[in-house]
């Protein structure tokens, strides 16, 4: 389904996790919130790369509630927050070579120890890695060394999707790779969650702000002006 530009994949979280666990080459899946909506109908560049991945999934409960304006409703949200802590718990075992970049120590130790796993790498980017071809090269190289069958990207939009591009045409094994934003701090207790009862009524991004006022408010301002535009447009 094809909103702001932007053509959803409205399938089952089952569906998805099918796709995850069987990886055919670069298998990448993306979480677009109203922040990536905003931001990707602004920079065309990174738009017209995105549009190549695999599964573009909507994490927003907001842009399913206001699709039903358009001809046919998202009736499929997927968080990557939630899908990354189903698939730690769920579906990797301890065997399994997962890499994260992003992160720190502290949570890729927590990682480690409460799921027990034994192939768990990392690497922490410096700010402003992406535009440093040597870090570039530094993910590159140890990627490729490691060969993971489950790649987390966790540096948020856009570098986590420019990332994405820069590994895509580089990487010659079958990986299942995730743009997943904070979601490995919301599973190692680094940042808080959000109560069910705000997830219920759909104010996780209420919850997010009382935590964050500063950092969040000039931020989802921004996003409110810039998706009213495209939704009237």
């Known amino acids: 389904m094809k909103l702001f530009n932007i053509p959803f994949d409205d399938i089952s979280f089952?569906?998805?996790?099918?796709?995850?666990?069987?990886?055919?080459?670069?298998?990448?899946?993306?979480?677009?919130?109203?922040?990536?909506?905003v931001g990707l109908n602004k920079n065309k560049k990174i738009l017209k790369e995105f549009l190549k991945s695999n599964l573009i999934l909507c994490d927003s409960k907001i842009i399913s509630l206001l699709s039903i304006f358009f001809a046919k409703r998202i009736k499929n949200v997927v968080p990557g927050s939630f899908l990354?802590?189903?698939?730690?718990?769920?579906?990797f075992t301890k065997n399994d070579e997962i890499f994260i970049v992003g992160s720190d120590f502290k949570s890729i130790n927590n990682l480690t120890k409460t799921y027990g796993l034994k192939n768990l790498n990392f690497f922490i980017p410096s700010f402003g890695f992406i535009n440093q071809q040597s870090e570039l090269q530094d993910i590159?190289?140890?990627?490729?060394?490691?060969?993971?069958?489950?790649?987390?990207l966790a540096v948020g939009f856009p570098q986590q999707e420019k990332l994405a591009f820069f590994l895509s045409s580089k990487l010659n094994f079958d990986v299942s790779v995730f743009c997943v934003g904070a979601a490995i701090d919301f599973l190692t207790g680094k940042k808080k969650r959000a109560p069910l009862i705000f997830r219920y009524f759909h104010?996780?991004?209420?919850?997010?702000?009382?935590?964050?006022?500063?950092?969040?408010?000039?931020?989802?301002?921004?996003?409110?002006?810039?998706?009213?535009?495209?939704?009237?447009?």
Do not use: A, C, H
């Open 140 to 152: 590159l190289f140890l990627v490729k060394k490691v060969k993971p069958k489950y790649l987390f």
């Open 203 to 233: 104010l996780e991004w209420f919850f997010r702000i009382l935590q964050e006022p500063k950092r969040l408010i000039p931020r989802y301002f921004n996003d409110f002006i810039g998706f009213i535009r495209l939704f009237i447009l």
């Open 84 to 91: 990354t802590e189903y698939l730690f718990k769920n579906v």
């Open 14 to 37: 089952r569906d998805v996790i099918k796709k995850v666990i069987s990886p055919k080459g670069f298998n990448l899946f993306v979480f677009t919130n109203i922040n990536m909506v």
